[in-house]
C-alpha cells in the first residue's frame, strides 16, 4: 500500500452520523486537526462548528443521491476519506435497520468512490454484534454482491427483526468492507470496519432495549466506552499513519472478548 497522496497534510473527508455520538466525536477531532469535514446527518444542526452539514437520509435513495450533488459544490479537489458511522439500531423496523445500516451506507459509499484519491482510506462502522450475524461466509459474500433492489428483497424474505436484523446488518457491514479492500487495492485505497462494542451514545438506551447483555458487558469490561476512544480509533484508521491498515476488522470492545473467553474457561 503506498502512503495517503496528500501525507500528513490537510485532507478532505466526509463523515457520516456527524451530528452525535461517535459521529460528531471524529468530526470535532477532524475539524481541530486542521482537515476539511464534510458532516452528513439526517439532522445536520447538531454537527460541530467547522464542518460543512449537509442533510442526507440514507434510507432514501433520491436524499443519497441529492447529497452527493451537495457534496459535489462543496470545495475543491478529490475527497480523501470517508468514514461512515452513522446507524439504527434494533428498535427499528428491520426494513430500515437494512437501508440505513447496510444498503444506504452502500449507496453513499459507492457514489463517492470516483470522488475519492487515490490512496484515500474508507472506515465502515459495524458493531461487534456483526459476530453474531446468522450468514456464513458464503452467504455473506453472496448477499453482498447482491444488487440493492434484489438484496433488500432477500433479507426481507429473511423475516428477521429486532437484534437478528441489526446483527445480519453489521456482519455484512464487515463483508462489504472485506470486498471493498480488495477492489480498490490497485487505486490503494484502503478499506476497514470497526466494530465496538456498546459506546454511550445517545441510542444506547434503544441498544439495551433489544440487548441485555449489553450491561453484562459492561461488568465485565467496567463501564462502555465513550463516542471519543471509538472517534479517535477511525480517526487514525483514515489517517496515513494507518497505511498498512487494510481489509480487516478491528474489534474495539475494552478486553470483553478476553475477558469472556478466560471466564469461560475457568
Request: aromatic share 2%; with cysteine.
Amino acid at each position: 500500500m503506498s502512503s495517503h497522496p496528500t501525507g500528513t497534510g490537510s485532507r478532505r473527508v466526509v463523515v457520516t452520523g456527524a451530528a452525535s455520538g461517535i459521529g460528531a466525536a471524529l468530526a470535532a477531532r477532524l475539524v481541530a486537526a486542521g482537515h476539511e469535514v464534510i458532516g452528513v446527518d439526517r439532522a445536520p444542526a447538531t454537527i460541530p462548528d467547522g464542518a460543512v452539514r449537509v442533510t442526507c437520509d440514507l434510507a432514501d435513495p433520491a436524499s443519497v443521491a441529492a447529497a452527493v450533488g451537495e457534496i459535489d459544490g462543496i470545495g475543491a479537489g478529490p475527497l480523501h476519506g470517508l468514514a461512515a458511522v452513522a446507524g439504527v439500531p434494533g428498535t427499528a423496523p428491520p426494513e430500515t435497520v437494512y437501508a440505513v445500516n447496510l444498503l444506504g451506507l452502500r449507496r453513499l459509499t459507492e457514489a463517492l468512490l470516483p470522488r475519492l484519491a487515490d490512496g484515500g482510506a474508507i472506515v465502515l462502522l459495524s458493531s461487534m454484534a456483526g459476530y453474531r450475524g446468522t450468514a456464513t461466509d458464503e452467504e455473506a459474500a453472496a448477499l453482498v454482491a447482491l444488487p440493492d433492489d434484489v438484496l433488500a428483497a432477500r433479507l426481507a424474505a429473511l423475516g428477521l427483526a429486532g437484534p437478528e436484523a441489526y446483527q445480519l446488518s453489521k456482519q455484512l457491514v464487515q463483508r462489504y468492507a472485506l470486498d471493498l479492500a480488495a477492489r480498490l487495492h490497485p487505486r490503494a485505497v484502503r478499506a476497514t470496519s470497526i466494530s465496538p462494542g456498546p459506546v454511550q451514545t445517545p441510542i444506547l438506551a434503544d441498544f439495551r432495549a433489544t440487548m441485555p447483555s449489553l450491561d453484562v458487558a459492561a461488568e465485565l469490561v467496567g463501564r462502555h466506552a465513550r463516542p471519543e476512544e471509538v472517534a479517535a480509533v477511525v480517526e487514525f484508521a483514515l489517517s496515513p499513519e494507518a497505511s498498512w491498515l487494510n481489509g480487516v476488522d478491528l474489534r474495539l470492545d475494552g478486553g470483553l472478548t478476553a475477558l469472556r473467553s478466560t471466564t469461560a474457561t475457568r
